[in-house]
Nanobody
C-alpha cells in the first residue's frame, strides 16, 4: 500500500524555521524521487523542492538558499528544512513521490500539512 505521511507543520513567526517530515512506504521510497509541493487556496500547486534517489536536489527560485530537502534512506523519510520563513511561504505542504528527469512528474501524494507564517 502506498503511503506518504507528512508531519511538522505549524505556526511560526517571520524569520523562523520549521522542518517538515514525510515518511514513505519502503517500496515507494526506494523506487522514486521525492518532492515537496505547496498550495495556497485559490492558486496552483507549486513545486518547492525535489530530491532523487542519488541525492541530487532542485529548488524553486522562491525558496533557494532558504529551504533544504534531504532524505534518510534508513528511515524512509524525506525532510524539508525551512529557514528564514516569510508570510508568502504560508501554504499546505505536500510530500510527493514520482519520476525525476528533465522535469519532476508526481505519482503519489501525502495528505498535506499546514504551514502558517505570521508577520
Amino acid at each position: 500500500q502506498v503511503q506518504l505521511t507528512e508531519s511538522g507543520g505549524g505556526l511560526v513567526q517571520l524569520g523562523g524555521s520549521l522542518r517538515l517530515s514525510c515518511v514513505a512506504s519502503r517500496s515507494i521510497f526506494d523506487a522514486y524521487a521525492m518532492a515537496w509541493y505547496r498550495r495556497v487556496p485559490g492558486e496552483q500547486r507549486e513545486l518547492v523542492a525535489t530530491i532523487t534517489n542519488g541525492g541530487s536536489t532542485n529548488y524553486a527560485d522562491s525558496v533557494k538558499d532558504r529551504f533544504a530537502i534531504s532524505r534518510d534512506n534508513a528511515k524512509n523519510t524525506v525532510y524539508l528544512q525551512m529557514n528564514n520563513l516569510k508570510p508568502e511561504d504560508t501554504a499546505v505542504y505536500y510530500c510527493s513521490a514520482g519520476y525525476s528527469g528533465s522535469y519532476y512528474r508526481p505519482l503519489y501524494w501525502g495528505q498535506g500539512t499546514q504551514v502558517t507564517v505570521s508577520s
